[in-house]
């Protein structure tokens, strides 16, 4: 019995994630380094669960080093 495999023209597109000089990453960004839902970081940041979060200017970012950690310890 002989099996023939169809190659597929798959891609696989690398989600561009924007960091800051700084380290810090929109919420936007973070949702992708973490791949969670924009929305899922908003509900933790408003219940104190998730990654550590601060707001600049009215707009919420994450530092990556806060990211790795509670990566690292889930």
Do not use: H
């Not at 561009?16 to 933790?44: C, N, S």
């Amino acid at each position: 019995m002989e099996i023939s495999l169809m190659q597929s023209n798959i891609q696989l597109e690398t989600p561009r994630i924007r960091v800051l000089p700084d380290g810090r990453m929109t919420r936007r960004d973070a949702a992708k380094y973490l791949g969670k839902a924009e929305k899922t970081l908003a509900m933790w940041a408003v219940t104190k669960k998730g990654p550590k979060s601060v707001r600049v200017g009215g707009t919420c970012f994450y530092f990556r080093e806060d990211l790795d950690t509670f990566i690292q310890g889930t």
